[in-house]
């Protein structure tokens, strides 16, 4: 088989997992399952072969991402019900001295979806969002424009969100500095959409959902004390935002360290130890318990009102429910991104690979904006096939990784699939449906404020990623 026919047989699993997914109606998992075993039998790798490098790829997958993202769903359950969400919300109010509140939720979903799986960052902050439109008489369109924005960019390029740390592992980049610079692209790429897309998305007017606003009054004024969420016993930002920050900060300056003192010294075993993704949740998701000490009643009383279990024990809900329920809402995104991995692994073990390094490895050695365009564009195809930024990001980095080095560093490489995923957000994805739902969004509203949004990000993202490695920092 020739490289034509290697590109056909992608392209016809891609249109298979459509059909699937979305005519068929055959569960994400088994549909990748399926897909994942007709490429390998049409590659060329035989039934045993084919089983087995699926096999390979499901498991080596969650064995790098597993605990990750249920810790990071931990941590997620415990920010609800200590009402960590709303005062990193009410930070982001008073910094904005309650001018441009569609930032507001936008940023707390920035920073929020960065360890938290983004299906659950939305499902934290959409009644945030309602309430604050409400309250200051926004639109929906604008507000549900930037808070989407926000969480998916961070879900998309900033690990260890867990379908982009999967492409960082993968791609054999330096973690920490993934970290660091993915944020800075993402930031910059949020900031400049908001600034020349916000004018656009005020030009009509969305209410927000009703049963998620009812009671809140219409604030009568700019006064900043009528627009925070007010609710007994908050906890200040700083401390909303420990168990976030602390697993970024220990992974960035665990990589730093690393990379400025002697391979194998105390130091740089200590940064090593602090920096692995899974001590640096873990301390995350500990901070938790202790905050969640200090804001008992707090967690006592989300537990009755949104959880509906009056009789739970404090200790129990700390130690055992926040864990149970972290496992149960990172279930399905950990099958998914597991066989994501094992598709992924057929396209990495073709033999037919080869032809596509030698065909593209001339561009990609060429120049850094083509070493840039070819990652970020196959992000693109593989998004706007499959609607899942973790399975087109690992397709698009396990499609890279057979291409072997490239004009510019596997960070960058990482960084322009990420960005890629981002660029078509439309009715194939799951998210997309979700963020309508929460939002109240008809589909043209949502690609308008979700598809098209989105895209400007992507674009503005790859700009910002080619200006900073066109300098040779990264």
Same mark, same amino acid.
């Given at each position: 088989?020739?490289?034509?026919?290697?590109?056909?047989?992608?392209?016809?699993?891609?249109?298979?997992?459509?059909?699937?997914?979305?005519?068929?109606?055959?569960?994400?998992?088994?549909?990748?399952?399926?897909?994942?075993?007709?490429?390998?039998?049409?590659?060329?790798?035989?039934?045993?072969?084919?089983?087995?490098?699926?096999?390979?790829?499901?498991?080596?997958?969650?064995?790098?991402?597993?605990?990750?993202?249920?810790?990071?769903?931990?941590?997620?359950?415990?920010?609800?019900?200590?009402?960590?969400?709303?005062?990193?919300?009410?930070?982001?109010?008073?910094?904005?001295?309650?001018?441009?509140?569609?930032?507001?939720?936008?940023?707390?979903?920035?920073?929020?979806?960065?360890?938290?799986?983004?299906?659950?960052?939305?499902?934290?902050?959409?009644?945030?969002?309602?309430?604050?439109?409400?309250?200051?008489?926004?639109?929906?369109?604008?507000?549900?424009?930037?808070?989407?924005?926000?969480?998916?960019?961070?879900?998309?390029?900033?690990?260890?969100?867990?379908?982009?740390?999967?492409?960082?592992?993968?791609?054999?980049?330096?973690?920490?500095?993934?970290?660091?610079?993915?944020?800075?692209?993402?930031?910059?790429?949020?900031?400049?959409?908001?600034?020349?897309?916000?004018?656009?998305?005020?030009?009509?007017?969305?209410?927000?959902?009703?049963?998620?606003?009812?009671?809140?009054?219409?604030?009568?004024?700019?006064?900043?004390?009528? /627009? =925070?969420?007010?609710?007994? *016993?908050?906890?200040? @930002?700083?401390?909303?935002?420990?168990? #976030? &920050? $602390? +697993?970024?900060?220990?992974?960035?300056?665990?990589?730093?360290?690393?990379?400025?003192?002697?391979?194998?010294?105390?130091?740089?075993?200590?940064?090593?130890?602090?920096?692995?993704?899974?001590?640096?949740?873990?301390?995350?998701?500990?901070?938790?318990?202790?905050?969640?000490?200090?804001?008992?009643?707090?967690?006592?009383?989300?537990?009755?009102?949104?959880?509906?279990?009056?009789?739970?024990?404090?200790?129990?809900?700390?130690?055992?429910?926040?864990?149970?329920?972290?496992?149960?809402?990172?279930?399905?995104?950990?099958?998914?991104?597991?066989?994501?991995?094992?598709?992924?692994?057929?396209?990495?073990?073709?033999?037919?690979?080869? /032809? =596509?390094?030698?065909?593209? *490895?001339?561009?990609? @050695?060429?120049?850094?904006?083509?070493? #840039? &365009? $070819? +990652?970020?564009?196959?992000?693109?195809?593989?998004?706007?096939?499959?609607?899942?930024?973790?399975?087109?990001?690992?397709?698009?980095?396990?499609?890279?990784?057979?291409?072997?080095?490239?004009?510019?560093?596997?960070?960058?490489?990482?960084?322009?699939?990420?960005?890629?995923?981002?660029?078509?957000?439309?009715?194939?994805?799951?998210?997309?449906?979700?963020?309508?739902?929460?939002?109240?969004?008809?589909?043209?509203?949502?690609?308008?404020?979700?598809?098209?949004?989105?895209?400007?990000?992507?674009?503005?993202?790859?700009?910002?990623?080619?200006?900073?490695?066109?300098?040779?920092?990264?």
């Amino acid at each position: 088989m020739g490289l034509t026919g290697f590109l056909a047989v992608i392209a016809i699993s891609i249109v298979l997992m459509l059909v699937l997914i979305i005519k068929v109606d055959l569960h994400p998992i088994i549909s990748l399952f399926v897909v994942a075993l007709f490429a390998g039998l049409a590659l060329g790798m035989g039934p045993l072969g084919t089983i087995a490098q699926i096999n390979k790829g499901f498991g080596s997958t969650l064995q790098d991402i597993a605990l990750a993202i249920i810790l990071g769903s931990s941590i997620a359950m415990a920010i609800q019900d200590t009402g960590a969400a709303k005062s990193i919300t009410n930070f982001f109010v008073k910094l904005l001295k309650g001018k441009n509140l569609e930032l507001a939720p936008a940023l707390t979903a920035f920073l929020i979806s960065i360890p938290v799986f983004s299906d659950i960052t939305m499902i934290l902050t959409a009644p945030i969002a309602n309430v604050i439109a409400k309250r200051k008489k926004m639109s929906m369109s604008t507000v549900t424009a930037y808070t989407q924005l926000g969480l998916n960019l961070t879900h998309a390029i900033v690990p260890p969100t867990p379908g982009i740390l999967a492409v960082t592992l993968l791609l054999g980049a330096n973690l920490g500095m993934m970290i660091m610079w993915s944020t800075i692209v993402s930031f910059a790429a949020f900031i400049i959409t908001w600034a020349i897309t916000k004018k656009w998305t005020l030009k009509e007017y969305i209410p927000p959902r009703a049963d998620m606003s009812d009671g809140i009054e219409e604030a009568k004024s700019d006064d900043i004390n009528e /627009l =925070l969420v007010h609710e007994k *016993g908050l906890p200040n @930002a700083f401390v909303a935002l420990l168990p #976030i &920050l $602390i +697993p970024v900060v220990l992974m960035t300056i665990g990589s730093v360290i690393q990379l400025n003192v002697v391979k194998d010294s105390f130091i740089y075993n200590f940064a090593g130890v602090i920096s692995d993704k899974v001590v640096a949740l873990s301390l995350g998701a500990f901070s938790n318990v202790i905050i969640g000490y200090v804001y008992k009643e707090n967690i006592i009383r989300a537990n009755k009102e949104i959880h509906h279990d009056a009789d739970c024990k404090f200790r129990s809900i700390v130690l055992n429910k926040w864990v149970a329920r972290g496992v149960a809402a990172s279930l399905l995104p950990l099958l998914i991104t597991g066989m994501g991995g094992a598709f992924s692994s057929i396209i990495k073990a073709a033999p037919q690979i080869q /032809l =596509l390094k030698d065909a593209l *490895g001339g561009a990609m @050695a060429s120049g850094t904006i083509m070493a #840039i &365009l $070819i +990652p970020w564009l196959i992000g693109v195809i593989m998004m706007t096939a499959v609607g899942s930024m973790t399975t087109a990001g690992m397709t698009a980095a396990a499609i890279m990784a057979a291409m072997g080095p490239t004009a510019v560093s596997p960070l960058v490489t990482c960084i322009a699939i990420g960005v890629g995923t981002m660029m078509i957000d439309h009715v194939n994805d799951s998210g997309f449906w979700t963020t309508c739902q929460f939002f109240n969004l008809n589909v043209k509203q949502g690609v308008k404020y979700i598809t098209v949004i989105n895209a400007v990000g992507s674009l503005t993202g790859l700009a910002v990623l080619i200006l900073i490695a066109l300098t040779g920092i990264i």
